[in-house]
């Protein structure tokens, strides 16, 4: 930089400049066409080539320092020494001090144009930056182009080859050698500008090789040159960053510095990453799992119209998580998200108007968004179609156009309806009937893991219906169904390893199986685990447990389960002895029709246990029974007949269900129906009681 100048030194200063070139051009006196140099008349410090280089360098900067010698204040004549001496340096070739800037050039930050003149990077960066005439400060040469040309020169380039690649004009693994050739160079600027740390260029980097487009891919240096420009602050990169951290692409998978990246970004505003942060707080993926963050960043990027965004709020809404419950807001997001084409929103708005939720029920919306959804191929939707027109819920049913719309999911893996599909077939409702191709989608559903489609080819198996028989391999179809809680193939599996199908016999399994399904909540798994616990059969003998399940299955109305509960309180069974409980839960029984149940309650009114006393009633329980073909209330019904006793005595009707009973072996029947023969006709026994009433434990 130039000394102070002091008034002293001031009028030391000759009226003529010393320097030997132009002021403007700095083109040196003598050189080509310059045979005169002129000085400015005003301030006379300043000479000139040229009135052309007077004119541009007046406009440039020198009006506002031209100062008359008489006027000149010390500040003036800094500037005139300084101008004097960057000319005098650019003619010597000395080079040592930035004539931009007017500071020491330092070799780290140097920049020499193709003229040769040496600058300051920084100050000439600065000069293209602000529009400063694109040329040597020294002698006009054209300034080489800046980061922001090369980049767009390098980007023209790079979008003509991904528009070729488009149009199928070439492929990105096999570029003509011309076009590659240009892709390289275009390439090699942008590394160039990248290294010096032109952003925009960094990014670019980063996206070529992600995905090897022109050249070899390498998610290593995709993940480097994200990363710088992810920490100068772009928010693009950040938020693919982010993505390369959370997945282990090209870095070491990092669930926290992803979300710190995500944070990064959705703090600038990227809808991208405040949806994806979002994503990251419901799910507890690197940062404390908040429902409330996940809605504010949902919120966020919604609002700004990301369509992801848009959805997944109305689905946070639609469960209340973070927020209030509303299906009424879900159903504005997702009307929102679906005018911009998003497919799951229209199938859930279609749910919406088929239910009721959030909107007045409307069938014939419903089946618009449903059907608009499927027919732009939303997978889902199309299932959803099969549904309702096998079910005639909005459309008239129509079981063809069913079997069309579960063909199409079905063809494209959807496993619902490949399981559908396979039962379409199996009952012939809209197409032929073929066991065989109902085989053959029910398998194509069981591979992909359909738990209800795994219990059907089980119970092919086990049928041998389209399938050669084979318990086997139903066993092996049950057990992958019952180990997703599939409660049919659970019970089916306590049947098998009770009997001994197609595995080796095992009660212990058995009960296994049965504990699975009962614990989810099926009654006859429930009342098959209180017969085992009571008689400890593959389970420790309980009281309790026996109690406790056969409560259970009573309660959802299991009748063989009521009956039984019924004996617990007759004989005290780990509750304490009521004739009047028992009967209770044998009414309930009875009323559903089980004979154990309704045989037990005619005893009850018979004797009067727990009940007032009534043949009548007795004589009707008991009927209902023997008509089932249950033998002990069959030879009770005939002892009331032989005596009388609550209906019209009819010693043959009497002899008609003893017989029944004796038919199938019951011991009291055959001994009346002997001593009969013996007496001469009687029925009674042989002191003229009826004898003891039977109980029926089921």
């Known amino acids: 930089m130039c000394a102070a100048i002091t008034q002293e030194k001031v009028k030391k200063i000759g009226p003529a400049p010393s320097a030997k070139v132009c002021s403007n051009c700095l083109t040196p006196k003598g050189n080509g066409n310059v045979l005169k140099l002129s000085a400015c008349v005003r301030c006379g410090t300043v000479v000139y080539c040229s009135k052309d280089c007077q004119k541009a360098h007046w406009k440039a900067n020198h009006k506002q320092h031209c100062v008359a010698k008489a006027d000149r204040t010390p500040g003036d004549q800094k500037y005139l020494v300084a101008h004097e001496n960057m000319a005098t340096k650019a003619a010597t070739d000395n080079g040592e001090e930035c004539v931009i800037c007017l500071s020491l050039l330092m070799d780290s930050s ?61 492929r990105w693994d ?49 993940a480097r040159w994200y990363k710088k420009a992810a920490t100068q602050g772009h928010m693009f990169s950040q938020s693919i960053l982010a993505i390369l951290y959370q997945d282990g692409v090209g870095v070491e998978k990092n669930d926290v510095e992803g979300a710190q990246w995500l944070k990064k970004a959705a703090e600038q505003g990227h809808t991208d990453a405040q949806c994806n942060l979002a994503g990251a707080f419901s799910q507890g993926r690197g940062v404390a799992q908040s429902d409330e963050q996940a809605a504010q960043w949902f919120q966020k990027a919604a609002e700004q119209g990301n369509v992801y965004a848009q959805l997944n709020l109305g689905i946070i809404l639609s469960m209340g998580r973070g927020v209030a419950q509303s299906d009424v807001q879900a159903a504005q997001w997702w009307k929102k998200s679906a005018d911009q084409g998003n497919l799951d929103a229209m199938h859930l708005l279609g749910n919406l108007f088929q239910e009721g ?32 027109f096998q079910e005639g819920n909005g459309v008239v049913q129509s079981d063809v156009k069913a079997v069309q ?19 379409m077939f199996d009952d012939g409702l809209g197409v032929e009937e073929s066991v065989e191709k109902a085989v053959e989608w029910c398998i194509k559903a069981a591979n992909q893991g359909f738990s209800r489609a795994q219990f059907n080819l089980g119970s092919f198996f086990h049928k041998g219906r389209g399938v050669a028989q084979n318990d086997a391999t139903a066993a092996q179809w049950f057990e992958k169904a019952g180990d997703q809680g599939d409660v049919m193939a659970q019970c089916n599996l306590g049947i098998f390893f009770q009997e001994g199908l197609g595995v080796e016999q095992s009660d212990v399994e058995s009960a296994q199986w049965w504990r699975r399904a009962a614990e989810n909540g099926d009654a006859e798994a429930q009342y098959k685990m209180a017969c085992f616990h009571k ?31 019924g004996m617990l309180y007759l004989e005290g069974f780990g509750v304490a002895h009521s004739y009047s409980k028992a009967a209770e839960w044998w009414q309930k029984a009875a009323d559903q029709g089980h004979a154990g149940a309704q045989q037990n309650l005619g005893n009850c009114f018979g004797e009067g246990d727990g009940v007032v006393q009534n043949d009548v009633e007795a004589v009707r329980w008991y ?33 008609r269900w003893l ?10 029947a055959q001994m009346r129906l002997a001593f009969r023969c013996a007496c001469g006709g009687g029925l009674l026994g042989p002191s003229g009681e009826l004898g003891h009433p039977c109980r029926c434990p089921e």
């Open 174 to 222: 096999a570029l003509p050698p011309a076009t590659q050739l240009d892709f390289d160079e275009a390439v090699i600027k942008l590394r160039d500008i990248a290294e010096k740390g032109f952003v925009n260029a960094q990014a670019t980097l980063g996206q070529l090789y992600s995905y090897g487009n022109g050249v070899a891919q390498n998610y290593e240096e995709s």
């Open 535 to 565: 008689v400890g059969r593959g389970v420790a003998q309980s009281q309790v447990e026996t109690l406790r399940w056969f409560q259970k299955a009573a309660d959802q109305g299991h009748a063989a389960a009521q009956c039984g509960l």
């Open 405 to 423: 719309w579960y063909m199409k999911a079905a063809g494209r893996g959807h496993a619902k309806a490949q399981c559908d599909l396979s039962i």
């Open 623 to 655: 009927k209902k029974a023997a008509a089932q073909g249950l033998p002990v209330a069959q030879c009770a019904l005939g002892v009331m007949l032989e005596v009388g006793r609550g209906v019209a005595q009819s010693r043959a009707e009497a002899l």
């Open 659 to 668: 017989q029944k009973a004796a038919d199938q072996g019951h011991d009291e």
């Open 110 to 170: 140097v920049i020499t144009l193709q003229c040769t003149h040496k600058f300051h990077a920084d100050c000439v960066a600065k000069l293209q930056k602000y529009g400063v005439r694109q040329s040597c400060p020294l002698c006009r040469t054209p300034l080489p182009a800046g980061p922001e040309e090369i980049f767009e020169e390098a980007s023209r380039r790079i979008i003509m080859v991904e528009l070729l690649e488009e149009r199928g004009y070439v």
């Open 357 to 388: 939720r959030g909107v007045a029920m409307d069938n014939a919306k419903a089946l618009r968004f449903f059907q608009k959804a499927a027919n732009l191929g939303h997978l889902e939707s199309q299932y959803k179609m099969g549904v309702m």
